[in-house]
């Protein structure tokens, strides 16, 4: 059975400042991780995706993924209370086309 | 352009009846999934097919469920019969590659 694990949350963070969201994994072989986002009662997102170890910025938006320790986090820097959702980490496993999601953690951006 | 289409949106229904989800994926996508999402165990893949194959169905949790492809325009998946156990929210998603999938709007499944 494949690991992701992510603090559910909520993370509650002020307008304008950094949201810090994280991720472990178990599998030592996966070699793709995305960050889905997505809204109550909506479908999820693909916001993100890393593939090497180091960081990728996209907009507001910093994925940075850690092979060794086998974690990956996200970075939202100027947040805003449009980003309140929940955040959904997904790692490839060894069947490479085949992506275990964590439980998600919610992200609360409070004006 | 459409997104993945799924239908119906909202099913209730009773214990021992079968259900059947349809999905409509994007023009053009070979990669189609399907995943059910509770609050308990999260978003699961269920099943997967690649130009229409079946390739990975290791996800379904039993022989209740049964998921076709028959054409690139369009999947079912079933459930015969149903539980409550099954009540949950059943996502579709297609991609021309597995990195980038493009989930539908779910449908969201009542056992009673």
């Known amino acids: 059975q494949k690991e992701v694990e992510q603090n559910s949350g909520p993370l509650s963070v002020p307008e304008g400042a950094i949201a810090s969201l994280n991720c472990t994994y178990s599998d030592r072989g996966s070699q793709s991780f995305f960050w889905y986002r997505q809204y109550s009662g909506k479908s999820p997102e693909l916001i993100m995706s890393?593939?090497?170890?180091g960081d990728k910025e996209d907009g507001r938006f910093t994925a940075q993924l850690n092979k060794a320790s086998q974690y990956v986090s996200l970075l939202i820097r100027d947040s805003q209370p449009s980003d309140s959702a929940t955040y959904l980490c997904a790692v490839n496993g060894d069947n490479f086309n085949k992506f275990y999601f964590g439980s998600g953690t919610k992200l609360n951006v409070k004006p | 352009d459409a997104g993945v289409i799924q239908s119906p949106r909202h099913e209730v229904t009773e214990m021992g009846q079968e259900v059947t989800l349809r999905c409509k994926p994007i023009?053009?996508?070979?990669?189609l999934f399907w995943y059910r999402q509770t609050m308990m165990r999260g978003l699961e893949l269920l099943i997967y097919?690649?130009?229409?194959?079946?390739?990975?169905d290791s996800g379904m949790p039993e022989d209740r469920f049964s998921a076709k492809m028959p054409n690139a325009s369009f999947s079912t998946l079933k459930i015969q019969p149903s539980e409550p156990r099954d009540s949950a929210v059943y996502f579709c998603?297609?991609?021309?590659?597995?990195?980038?999938?493009?989930f539908g709007p779910g449908t969201r499944l009542l056992v009673l």
């Open positions: 890393i593939y090497s170890n």
């Open positions: 023009s053009g996508h070979d990669y």
């Open positions: 998603a297609s991609g021309r590659r597995p990195e980038t999938q493009y």
């Open positions: 097919f690649n130009n229409n194959v079946p390739i990975d």
